[in-house]
């Protein structure tokens, strides 16, 4: 069953940090993408922390090498733009800590869809915790700007018919508290 606002303050208010009550669709009177709680799922923002793949290198998940570099988005707009074709990591802003009975969809915002933006649908496991990494990809011609410290994608929240034999944490998963700055892959 997927969780209504109702349902996703009363799971998880007290387990996604910050937590917005209501859909923020301005800050200090500018419009923004919107993120917070909606009707059906909660919206998370993308942090300023992100990772680019290093020209010429090789996308391997089996290496011990990574591709990646880090990277930091600046500026007032806190805008990152892009090119056709290119995959970066991101993260959000918020802390997120699944209960052992709820786990997540984590799918991209109908707003960035509608340029090209390919957020990957990430499941969130029961028992994981830490700062969602995004998997963001522009399938479209043109450049996208995305933008930090704003709307990025959704956690749709699904209750589960029975607790877990084995959580993601009681499993000691790989990617379990991750910090608040993109992780690469791991073997």
């Keep these: 069953m997927i969780l209504s606002d109702k349902s996703i303050v009363h799971k998880m208010g007290a387990r996604i940090s910050p937590f917005f009550h209501q859909q923020v669709r301005a800050i200090e009177d500018r419009r923004c993408i919107s993120y917070g709680l909606s009707s059906a799922g909660y919206d998370v923002r993308m942090g300023r922390?992100?990772?680019?793949?290093?020209?010429?290198?090789?996308?391997?998940?089996?290496?011990?090498?990574?591709p990646w570099r880090a990277q930091r988005i600046n500026g007032i707009d806190g805008a990152y733009v892009l090119t056709p074709g290119e995959c970066i990591l991101a993260v959000t802003m918020?802390?997120?800590?699944?209960?052992?009975?709820?786990?997540?969809?984590?799918?991209?915002?109908?707003?960035y869809a509608r340029c090209g933006l390919l957020v990957n649908a990430t499941p969130i496991e029961p028992g994981w915790r830490g700062f969602v990494t995004l998997e963001l990809s522009n399938v479209s011609r043109l450049p996208i700007r995305v933008y930090a410290e704003q709307g990025i994608a959704q956690l749709v929240f699904y209750e589960i018919d029975a607790t877990p034999l084995v959580t993601y944490n009681a499993r000691g998963g790989k990617y379990q508290d991750q910090p608040s700055a993109p992780v690469p892959p791991k073997l």
């Design 49 to 66: 922390s992100i990772m680019t793949q290093i020209p010429g290198g090789i996308v391997d998940p089996m290496a011990s090498e990574s």
């Design 94 to 111: 918020e802390l997120i800590d699944m209960p052992d009975d709820v786990m997540a969809l984590c799918i991209g915002k109908s707003t």
